[in-house]
Structures are given as structure tokens and as C-alpha cells.
């Protein structure tokens, strides 16, 4: 029997690397909103949780992170371009 605030069975696991999961989540929350930002964002916390995985789990996150964060990167230039070809950016609001 374990006491309050003693160890259990469920804190004894290998922990996920937190750069990791954020530079994942910032990779896939950036093919649908802030893409110029989050993509960025999501190579580097990646790159960083690759470096530090050597005791943490995550290093397949953090690869997947690097990879969503350069789509986005991609995605915000190929959406820049054709916004460019087609009289940029505007909004029209009215009948």
C-alpha cells in the first residue's frame, strides 16, 4: 500500500520528452491556423527534443514535429504565392 505522496506504479514509466509533444502539437494546431508562427516554431522545439532524447522518450514526436513544422513552412509560402498571383490579399465583404 502506497501512501499519499509516495510513489506508484504509474509515476515508475520513462517520461515523454515536453519539447516533444509542443513541437508536434505546433506542427499539426499550424496546417490550420498561424502556420507562419507555429511552423517555425515546431522545427525548433523539435530539433531541441531531438537533441535532449537521449533519456526521455519522444524522439519519434519530435521527428514528426520537425517534419508538420516544415509543411507548414512550405504551406505559408505556396498560400503566399498564390495569394501574390491573384491580386493579393483583400477582403470583400458586400453584395
Known amino acids: 500500500m502506497t501512501s499519499y505522496g509516495g510513489s506508484s506504479a504509474a509515476s515508475t514509466g520513462s517520461r515523454t520528452n515536453g519539447l516533444a509533444i509542443a513541437s508536434l502539437c505546433c506542427g499539426i494546431v499550424g496546417l490550420f491556423i498561424l502556420n507562419i508562427i507555429l511552423g517555425p516554431l515546431a522545427i525548433v522545439f523539435g530539433a531541441v527534443a ?4 537521449a533519456g526521455k522518450t519522444g524522439g519519434g ?11 507548414d513552412v512550405v504551406l505559408w509560402i505556396v498560400l503566399l504565392i498564390v ?11 458586400g453584395g
Not at 50 to 53: N, V, W
Not at 61 to 71: E, H, R, S
Open 50 to 53: 531531438r537533441r535532449q532524447s
Open 61 to 71: 514526436m519530435a521527428k514528426a514535429g520537425i517534419i508538420l513544422g516544415v509543411v
Open 83 to 93: 495569394a501574390a498571383n491573384n491580386g493579393g490579399f483583400g477582403w470583400y465583404v
